[in-house]
């Protein structure tokens, strides 16, 4: 049972699992269905990408395919297997363009404002470069706080830096290279460790 | 009768995040599981010991370094911190260098209890965990280690988890092999904290960025995925020449588990090695299909009783029992009738009766009169006989067939019921 991420991870993973010899077809032709068998017998399961590690901490599927920033963010209680080496990107800490409001926040209101869908990955980013933080949690247009004052800048995920330019945003800082994981549940991990093995294998050999 | 009130009524008194009440059916579940693991820790000579709920927060903070994790503290009447108990070995391990420091040993305690921790916020963890553990305290090497990881197989198996699967590791031997290729100190605690992540794409990061050569560096890279039988430890000793004594001894522990009948169930896997700033030989985690966490964990840790008085070797193991009730009643599905009689009327209509049934074991309820309640109490705890006065005695009816007797009194009608 394998969890694979609908969005932007879909299609890479499809790919990958493709090329690590597994029948995807059912998985391409899935439609609506959330749940799709393989005729190998492997039984998909699509979820929102931060549900994949729900999925395999709970035991609900064995494997699953997740963004590092997912983990990151959610710290799950699974084995990280494998990095898959596709869905590339950066969680980056970034500001409007012109000077930086980062010093002056935290010199006259102690607390830099940062807006976020990754809180607990902003919070640990300041804390560890020893800044003190205000999070602001938002589920989207991340890009907008800085423009209308609700923070003084932002933690996000960007691959090519587009978007944050269009929004006159500056990427100040990196945080994070992130990348697809594959992970796995505690107990499958050792229960099924020899089909889990055979297919990092083929998916290694995929990757070379 | 269900509706928002009803809701609003739960809502005016909640729980803790993490807390929650269990009712009579899986009370009596949970209950059944530990008697059977009483029975089996007893019949391998283990004394069930019990230990305070609180105590004192720097005694507790002994047992490891930087002290301990997630854990409730208070203050007592005179300032001092005091902790619940967050963990159950370290007590025990208090109480066997302590009140029980003279034993001449072996030690061998068991115990069934709670321990709390504050749930990381946004986790649907437990508060309260229940344990039932066994520590076996003065012996090293490894008929000791196969003792606890037999009775372990011996305690689940005997619940009827026999897909039960064993994983066993040892720090001991990872760490041989490590300092064996030369990994020095500072990379092995980069490994370590790769380890307790679970994190294997940051071990082979940190192995391939070791300066050692290639074949040592791929030695290090796959070591937390090498699993399998003898055949591996022995692959291991020839590679590592450093590291043959440790592997010697966990080959003499499988021996020992094939002697005790124990063997099929475990395999060697040296990527389980837990916190391995804490145990000190072998490691271990037990799995039942289905539940997607450990349904047991254990392992030798011969420095931590030494922290709190004399050093003794010691090895242990402690079921999770939710996990494990988890396990079991995937498997059993739903849930039977109670062997009793709800009798409709009350006790008082015959009193004698009820007595006789419950001397020969069955149990009688008795409830009032009134139309539907009788069937209403039997259908919401399970009881399988409804009876209730007729003209000259009692009609019976089971409710596992639905057949339903008329006698002239209750012992009569539930032999014939049952013939």
Redesign the interface.
Known sequence: MICVPLGALFAGSVARLRAAGLDVSPLEDAGRRLVVDAPDGTRYITTRPSDVPTYV????ADLGIVGKDVLRESAP???????LDFGHCRMVYATLAGEDPTPGALAHLGAVRVATKYPAIARRHFAATGRAVDVVKVNGSVEVAPLVGLAHGIVDLTATGRTLVENGLVERETILDASA?LIA????H??L?GSV?TLIARLEQGLE | MTGPSENELVDSAPLPDGARDVLPIESAELAAIEASLRATFAGFGYREVRTPLLEFAGVMDRAQEGGLGRAFRLFDDHGQVLVVRPDLTIPVARLVAGRLGDHPGPLRVSYIAECLRPPPSGRAERLEERQAGIELVGLSGPAADAEVVSLLVGALTALGIDDLKVALGDVSLTRAVLDGVGVSESDQTRLQHAVRARNLVAWRRIAASLTLDDDARRLVAELPTVRGGSDVLRALAVAVPAAAPQCETLLTTLDLLEAHGTADYVMTDLGVLRDWGYYSGIVVEAYAPGVGRPVAVGGRYDGLIGRFGMARPAVGAAVLLDRVHEAIAARNGRAQFIDGVVLAGGIEIDVAAARALRSAGVVVVGVSDHPGVADALAAAEGWRYVARRVDAGFTIADRTDSRTVTCANLMEGLRSLRS
């Open positions: 901490q709970a035991g609900a209680d699974v084995y990280e297997l494998l990095d994981r549940n505690r107990v499958s050792k229960i460790a093995d």
